[in-house]
Every structure is written in C-alpha cells, then in structure tokens.
C-alpha cells in the first residue's frame, strides 16, 4: 500500500514500530477533527491531500463514491481507484485524493461483502444496487444531503476554498413562510410564501423550480428561501416547486416539452397568481432547473419569453438530443438560440468542472448567448452533477435574478455567478 497522507504515514510507523495504542489514537484524532482528513499538499498549494478513513472489520472490500469523480471512473469501466486499501495491521480502511482546494462534493462508502470481482462491476444493474446500499462517513461532522428512494444520505465534503453556501441550513429565529401543497391540473406542486405573505402585498414576484419533489421534501429548501427573505436578499418571492410525476414522466417534460412549458406558462403561472397573488411580468419571473431541468428552464425562456424572463440553468443537459458536441443532431436548444433574434430573457448558468459530459455543452451555450447580446451570468464550480453544489448555486442564483435590498455582493458564490468566474 503506497500512503500518500502523512497521518497514515505516521500511523504505518507506529503500528510497525509496536507503539501501544497507535490505532486508537488514531481513531480518536478522527473522530475530534471530523473526517475526511484534509492535508497540504506537499507539492502545490492550490490542493490538497484528502483522505477518506472507514472503521470496519467485516468488508471485504470499500469502495469511495465521491459524487460526478467516481462516476466518470464507471463510465470509463474501472472503479478499482476507488477501492480503500487496509493500513496494515490495523482496522483502518483508507483512500487519499489530490483534490483542488475549493471542490465540494457528496460521498458516501459502499462496504462490499462479497468478491472483488462483483465489487468492481460497472454495470447498470451492479451500480444500482451499489448505490442502494451506500452510507454516510459517520465521522463526518457537517449536516447529511438527504437522499431518496429509500437510499441512505450523503456526506459532504466541502474543502476550505469551495463557494460558500451562506444560506443552505435552517437558522433559528428566522420567520418561516407558509409551507403548502396543492394540486393543479394533475400535477402536484409544493409552494412556499415569503413569511408576511398577504393577499394585498402582490403582485409577488415568483420562481418556478423544476424536479420540486427534490427541492421541497427532501432537500428543505423553504428552510433556504426563509433565509433569503430574512436578509432580505431576495425580493419577497412566492417559490412554486413543480413535481415531476416519476421517472417516464420527468424524461418526457424535461427534453424540451412544449405541451409541458406551455402548461407551466398558461396553467401553474395563472392558478399562482390567482391563489397568491403572483405577478405576470416576466422580469420577476424565474424558472429554475438542474440536469434535463435546466435545458428545460432555458426552454421556457426561448418557448415563452413572455412568461419566463429569468433562466437558472444549473448543469443543463445541452447535448440533448445526442449524446455528445460532435453529433449532428445535438445541442438543439443552443443552435435554436443562435439562429433566432435575441429574446428578453436574462441568463444565470452554472456547470462544474468535474461534469465531463456536460461541460463543453454548457460554455458552448454561453458562448452563443454572448455572441447574440444576451445578458449572461456564467459560472464553473468545482465539482460535479451534485445537489451538494447546486443547493448553494440555486439560492445565489434567485439572488442575482431578484435581488432584494441586502445582497451580499461581496460572497463569492454570488460574485463569480455574476462575473463569470471560472470560465
């Protein structure tokens, strides 16, 4: 086993040498910093050595799922440089990354009871059931990402440079706004009203989230909009959270759906400004997506630019329909933009540099939108296909689109979304 961290280096030598209690000193040093164990990098300043540790005794093997890093491995067919390896002689399982200093992702670990050779499969069917069966760092002290489908949460890595995300967890005192759910035309949507909400405080500006069953009951982020208002941030926003129906039905509205955003303009825009007071104006109107979510956002804004004047596109999948920028067929939406006049519509995007598959699609996007005079935010994070990221992206995202009196111009999550950095 080659050590690259120099506390397991440490340890090595310690157990080698018989020192009495090495192993639990260790142990103990983990659980007060709070793991991952996050080192210099000897060679380069700009990174640094992270090291995930695991205490289990009945693996036959570990594997380190770092979210978007570990998927790219799969998809190349190799997983073996995620497998933690056994300090020897001790129960310290342990894998060491050179990450750069402000990457932040979710992980999780797969303790894998059978052979190695099912361990490392990278099939779908294998890879399901390895995500099924991940858990959290239990030695990690910051707050889980919340997961679905029955699967365990996440863990959060989160290295000192990395964006910072001012307004992800409940605070206490901050006044909540009214939580609710309703049902129209079919389709359940979750809706949040900034607390003071009446009906004689409208018109109230609004934003429309995609994949709502997300952002509402598994992520909280009503609990992120309530600290946004609070600080007065943002502009008092009524936040409209737009559920997908399940997997068939995501696929089918989220690739570009005219029947689907022309409902979201003539059906939920009307009913919200009918229920709460919703304005119509299309400059304080956002909608909101990740992944086919946000290719389905910057949809809305070429469809139906008079509903839709604000585009948050996180992640976009902009290769749609083909699968890479050198199909003939792909990229539709960006070579639908370059060719028709320029649209009132203002744009905040944002993709991250581990998300090979989705990164030179997002700056080819940006590119055309410039090139036709659009007023264009863009931003590269860096890390990948993540709500870890994106719940801090999202919010300085309604930030910059409905400022309220307070913004925080100088937070860097909010001003690299405004200038661009990273690009």
């Known amino acids: 086993m080659e050590i690259q961290s120099p506390l397991l280096r440490d340890l090595a030598e310690a157990v080698r040498s018989g020192t009495p209690g090495a192993v639990d000193a260790f142990w103990q040093h983990a659980k007060a910093t709070g793991t991952p164990l996050v080192e210099p990098d000897p060679t380069d300043p700009a990174h640094r050595l992270v090291t995930f540790v695991r205490q289990d005794v009945a693996a036959t093997d ?54 190695r050779a099912e361990t490392l499969r990278t099939d779908r069917e294998a890879w399901l059931g390895v995500l099924d069966a991940a858990v959290p760092d239990p030695l990690n002290p910051a707050p889980v990402l919340p997961s679905r489908d029955g699967r365990h949460p996440s863990s959060v890595l989160e290295l000192p440079e990395a964006p910072a995300q001012p307004w992800t967890h409940p605070r206490p005192g901050v006044p909540r706004g009214e939580r609710g759910m309703a ?14 909400h009446t009906e004689a405080g409208g018109p109230y500006a609004v934003a429309v989230l995609l994949d709502g069953e997300m952002w509402g009951p598994v992520l909280g982020f009503a ?105 003939s067929g792909s990229e539709w939406l960006t070579r639908q ?32 939108l410039q090139a036709r005079g659009y007023e264009v935010a863009y931003h590269e994070f860096n890390g990948g296909h993540d709500y870890a990221c994106w719940r801090g992206g999202l919010a300085a995202g309604l930030a910059g689109l409905l400022p309220g009196r307070n913004v ?15 690009s």
């Open 62 to 115: 570990v594997l380190t799922l770092l979210h978007t890093v570990t998927d790219k491995d799969r998809h190349a067919g190799d997983l073996s440089p995620h497998l933690m390896e056994k300090v020897p002689g001790t129960d310290v399982w342990a894998l060491t990354h050179r990450l750069r200093a402000d990457h932040r992702a979710s992980y999780q670990f797969f303790p894998a009871p059978g052979p």
């Open 183 to 196: 049902e129209v035309d079919g389709r359940r949507v979750g809706v949040h009203l900034p607390a003071g």
């Open 223 to 327: 609990d992120t909009l309530d600290n946004l208002h609070a600080e007065q941030a943002v502009v008092p926003t009524v936040t409209l959270f737009v559920e997908t129906m399940g997997r068939d039905r995501r696929m089918a509205d989220l690739c570009c759906s005219e029947e689907f955003v022309d409902w979201l303009a003539d059906g939920l825009l009307p009913w919200a400004a009918r229920m709460y007071g919703v304005t119509d104006d299309p400059a304080r109107t956002v909608v909101a997506g990740q992944s086919a979510g946000g290719l389905t956002a910057a949809f809305a804004g070429f469809r139906r630019p008079e509903r839709f004047g604000n585009v948050l596109s996180q992640s976009g999948s902009f290769w749609w329909p083909d699968g890479t920028e050198f199909d």
């Open 337 to 368: 933009y370059a060719v028709r006049e320029r649209l009132p519509v203002r744009f905040r995007l944002e993709v991250g540099l581990q998300e090979w598959m989705l990164l030179p699609q997002n700056r080819h996007l940006r590119d055309v």
């Open 408 to 422: 925080r111009t100088s937070d860097r999550s909010i001003r690299n979304i405004r200038t661009g950095a990273g």
